[in-house]
């Protein structure tokens, strides 16, 4: 056995060694497959990034309450009376004076200048108090202040400063007849909130004439317990709304690029056949250029196995050395891209591109898979090289 | 011997290098195919609008509302033809989750505005005369098997009626045809009053209006009317040619134009790599060949231009392998019930992929082929 392990040793790096001989085929396959593995990445990491950004931002420990069959922010619409009932329901964590810990929000779309585009956009306001800054983690003001109530000051996330134009600290933005200043920047640890303009409530309720509210969000006594607010929402026949965590919730708006993966996978599906024949290709003539290597090997008593993985090899080798070039290509041009989409809300998202581990071996295994086929092939060509012929063609 | 029949058997010789070179060839143009048919199923909003139609929205942004009183006061304005209001209805069919594109209008300004919907003369009779009456798209009317006479459900997920319920019942008078291929055959419309007077918010508001201008040469005039008229109002408008209006809609996706590019040029590339790599190693493997042939009398310029014409023949008939399956490729998509326009290749874009297939096959074959014309014979000849 170790006999065989030992030719095979051999002949895998005579391959290897020796793949500097054909260098220009040689790189061909290499690129072929790197371009796939990039392309795959590249799309993989779009939807990834999308989806970690909505994940990060919803929370177990928050409920989010909206009118029922809405599905989003933008289209409930709650009365003040119907916030305040749900603000006695069972469930809700207190304050130190025991009082219920919420917040009644806002949510109306405004334009934006993407700076991509420089096209208008509909960048989500919300309206919320300073109480509801405790319902989401991690909120910081990373420059300038927060607006006080009764002005029209409003904050800008960090994402909407990076993607969209005019949104400086100290600009003034003008929405219908109100002029509003940007006195602040928030941070929320990379969450989609950073997508968000922030204003008073009571302030937005004035000025885009409105009487209620969009959601209500309450902090959960018990992590994602929300049992008491679906009792009650169940009992009362004046209350027609859906109850979910702020997790459930943004859960399912991250899978609004599901597609994404798809298309990608479909994409670079195809475009792997493409280079598929370009290792095929390259292999035969490795194959070819070395016949009279092989049928030495075989003259010298090499089996025709060590001459098959020998062959199988150079190609894994080829192929995954695309694919991690491909791989690093897509994370250095793409891993940490900001971008920004349409949302479920029907507005934009900011989120960054994210190259994850799993999916860089998602890449390698689309690689590998190019080499094991494109190696199979011309490896078993290799193996049954009649060695006389062989020799005669090499003379 | 013609140069073709020269050309043809040194295709031939490997006829397993030719098949894999021709493959990669055609899935790069597969590729190229079927996203060039794509982009324009996405682009085809835009080149469908019409080039004399408006919309004017709040400024603020598209889905803040606009008072109905603005109707009759933009109607008045010199050089608008016709004027219709719509409302975003949030509808869906049967289940949240079936999302189905909902517009409350004025049942006449409509079709009036919007002449590429087209429906027969007893169904516009029905239509205005019905104020629950719906028409539907013959994609979504295939899609649900809805027919003439049905009566439907249309859930909203954003309205309710007094009672609580958020769900409309319909009579389905009509089932609009697009005058386009690509004309939006999915959403579907209903009359304004009926929602209006059913639903519970209250309120007189209109969400935007389509303006239709006497020419379009009066645009400009007629936006700056419009928008002067509201400013200073609590309700500011922003009025914009409709072709604008689409691309801005479809930028807020994100920039898709630039990923299809580079979807394609990557597919390129591949292509660049394996056939340019895959010439220059059968003509350097001719290299005795090409000596023998210079011997004969062959002249330089010949023997360039017969490696130049193995290369850019087999470039076209990879590449036109290739579009050909994406049409293929393309009917199938468009079969199924997706809410994309058609997908289509005009007979431009297929001219295009002709030349980007003669423009590859001369630069995979420009190397090889100066390398065979400046080959020296007694190089040739000592190097076998």
């Given at each position: 056995m170790s006999g065989i392990f030992s030719q095979i040793k051999a002949v895998v790096m005579m391959n290897v060694r020796s793949l500097p001989r054909r260098l220009w085929m040689s790189l061909a396959a290499i690129f072929a497959v790197s371009v796939v593995v990039a392309v795959l990445l590249s799309f993989l990491s779009m939807a990834r990034g999308f989806q970690q950004t909505l994940e990060g931002t919803?929370?177990?420990d928050v409920a989010i309450v909206t009118r029922s069959g809405s599905r989003s922010e933008l289209?409930?619409?709650?009365?003040?009376?119907?916030?305040n009932i749900i603000s006695t329901a069972p469930g809700i964590a207190q304050d130190g004076k025991g009082d219920p810990i919420y917040s009644a929000e806002l949510y109306v779309i405004v334009d934006g200048i993407k700076r991509a585009s420089q096209t208008e956009a509909n960048l989500p306001m919300r309206g919320i108090s300073v109480e509801g800054f405790d319902l989401r983690d991690q909120v910081s003001i990373t420059e300038g202040r927060v607006f006080i109530p009764g002005n029209n000051e409003i904050i800008v996330g960090e994402g909407v400063l990076r993607e969209f134009d005019g949104f400086e600290l100290g600009k003034k933005i003008r929405f219908g007849k109100t002029e509003w200043e940007v006195v602040?920047?928030?941070?929320?640890?990379g969450s989609a909130f950073e997508?968000?303009?922030?204003?008073?409530?009571r302030t937005v309720q004035t000025q885009f004439q409105r009487g209620g509210f969009q959601t209500v969000r309450v902090r959960l006594a018990e992590t994602g317990n929300v049992s008491g607010l679906i009792q009650m929402v169940e009992q009362d026949p004046r209350l027609i709304l859906d109850v979910e965590t702020e997790a459930d919730y943004f859960a399912e708006q991250g899978e609004a690029l599901g597609a994404i993966v798809i298309i990608g996978w479909i994409i670079s599906g195809v475009m792997a056949l493409g280079s598929l024949a370009g290792a095929l290709n390259t292999m035969y003539t490795s194959v070819s250029s070395r016949a009279v290597e092989i049928a030495t090997l075989r003259a010298l008593g090499f089996s025709n196995f060590s001459a098959f993985v020998g062959?199988?090899?150079?190609s894994i080798v080829l192929s995954v050395v695309g694919g991690v070039l491909g791989a690093l290509i897509s994370f250095g041009f793409m891993d940490g891209l900001s971008a920004s989409t349409m949302g479920a809300s029907f507005t934009q998202v900011v989120f960054t591109f994210e190259l994850t581990p799993e999916l860089f071996q998602d890449g390698i295994f689309l690689a590998l898979l190019i080499g094991v086929i494109g190696g199979f092939f011309p490896a078993w060509r290799a193996a049954r090289l009649p060695v006389a012929i062989a020799f005669q063609r090499g003379n | 011997m013609s140069d073709l029949f020269l050309i043809y058997k040194n295709l031939t010789r490997k006829p397993l290098r030719l098949f894999l070179t021709v493959f990669a060839t055609f899935i790069a143009f597969l590729i190229y195919g079927t996203i060039t048919g794509f982009q324009n199923a996405l682009d085809s909003g835009v080149e469908l609008s019409a080039d004399d139609r408006l919309v004017t929205v709040n400024k603020i942004n598209f889905t803040q509302p606009l008072p109905i009183s603005y109707v009759n006061k933009v109607k008045a304005i010199e050089g608008v033809q016709g004027v219709v209001h719509m409302n975003w209805f949030g509808g869906y069919y049967q289940d949240p989750s079936q999302f189905l594109q909902t517009f409350a209008v004025d049942e006449k300004a409509f079709?009036?505005?919007?002449?590429?919907?087209?429906?027969?003369?007893?169904?516009?009779?029905?239509?205005?005369?019905?104020n629950q009456a719906i028409i539907v798209g013959d994609t979504s009317a295939e899609k649900y098997g809805w027919k003439v006479g049905d009566r439907i459900p249309v859930g909203s997920n954003i309205f309710s009626q007094a009672d609580g319920s958020s769900v409309w019942d319909f009579d389905i008078v009509g089932i609009y045809k697009g005058r386009d291929r690509q004309t939006d055959t999915t959403s579907v419309y209903i009359h304004y009053k009926y929602f209006n007077e059913t639903q519970s918010f209250g309120g007189n508001y209109i969400g935007w209006m389509g303006v239709r201008t006497v020419d379009p040469k009066l645009n400009e005039q007629v936006i700056k009317r419009i928008d002067d008229m509201f400013v200073n109002s609590p309700f500011e408008t922003e009025t914009v040619?409709?072709?604008?209006?689409?691309?801005?809609?479809?930028a807020q996706i994100g920039n898709i134009g630039l990923i299809l590019t580079s979807v394609v040029a990557a597919a390129f590339f591949i292509i660049l790599v394996i056939v340019g790599n895959s010439m220059v190693l059968s003509v350097r493997e001719r290299t005795?060949?090409?000596?023998?042939?210079?011997?004969?009398g062959f002249r330089s310029g010949r023997i360039f231009r017969l490696v130049l014409g193995e290369s850019v023949l087999l470039a076209l008939v990879g590449g036109g392998l290739g579009i050909f399956a994406s049409l293929f490729a393309m009917a199938a998509i468009n079969q199924s019930p997706t809410p994309l326009p058609d997908m289509l290749l005009d007979s431009a874009a297929v001219q295009t992929a002709f030349a980007y297939a003669a423009i590859l096959g001369l630069v995979t074959g420009i190397i090889p082929a100066i390398s065979a014309l400046r080959l020296n014979i007694i190089t040739a000849l000592t190097r076998a």
């Open positions: 919803g929370s177990e289209n409930s619409s709650l009365s003040r009376e119907t916030a602040g920047v928030f941070s929320t640890g997508s968000e303009l922030w204003a008073d409530a062959t199988l090899a150079e | 079709l009036e505005v919007y002449d590429e919907i087209t429906l027969t003369e007893e169904e516009t009779k029905a239509w205005l005369q019905n040619p409709e072709k604008a209006f689409q691309k801005a809609f479809i005795a060949e090409i000596g023998v042939m210079k011997t004969l």
